[in-house]
């Protein structure tokens, strides 16, 4: 008899937050001065694959035609259990929510997940539609995970930490 693969997701009733803080995020001309997620583990639940998604408002009287850029990242290298994420000037990015800011070809070793452009409108909310993060590898999941935020927009985000929100949703595969 035939083996059957079934697509499970972690959950159908409720994604998985993803933490970044990005009320009143400052813009960066060149994309390079943003806030990088909280890392997310994949060692034990083992996904295939996740689909991220998000939501970014922008502040009042952003400059029309420019853009909210989301990129994910993945370790380099484990050793002796712990990462090494790409470097963010010169300092790699870590396992937490932090502030981060790249030289500009230091953005090459993220990979871009999506980029919203965004209207003259005050605090118009913007969606990265759902995307899979083991497509941007090649297919295969990281072991770990997160993501980059960077705008330039020309002012602060929304200052209001519930009008950002990225999500998450873990695949596997069961035998049917």
């Known amino acids: 008899m035939a083996t059957v693969l079934t697509t499970t997701y972690d959950s159908t009733t409720d994604t998985n937050a993803l933490t970044i803080t990005l009320a009143s995020l400052a813009t960066s001309a060149t994309l390079i ?28 009287t952003p400059t029309t035609a420019k853009t909210i850029a989301v990129y994910v990242f993945a370790p380099l290298k484990i050793a002796s259990s712990t990462a090494s994420y790409p470097i963010a000037t010169t300092t790699q990015l870590g396992v937490s929510d932090a502030a981060a800011t790249f030289e500009i070809d230091q953005l090459n070793s993220l990979r871009l997940a999506g980029s919203m452009g965004n209207i003259a409108t005050s605090d118009r909310a913007y969606s ?18 997160g993501i980059y935020v960077a705008h330039n927009t020309g002012v602060n985000l929304n200052s209001t930490a519930g009008n950002h929100w990225f999500h998450y949703t873990g695949i596997t595969y069961t035998n049917t």
């Open 33 to 60: 001065t943003g806030r990088q997620s909280t890392v997310v583990s994949n060692a034990t639940n083992k996904y295939v694959d996740v689909i991220l998604s998000g939501q970014v408002t922008v502040g009042t």
């Open 128 to 145: 990265l539609e759902p995307v899979s993060i083991a497509s941007l590898f090649g297919g295969v999941m990281p072991i770990t995970w």
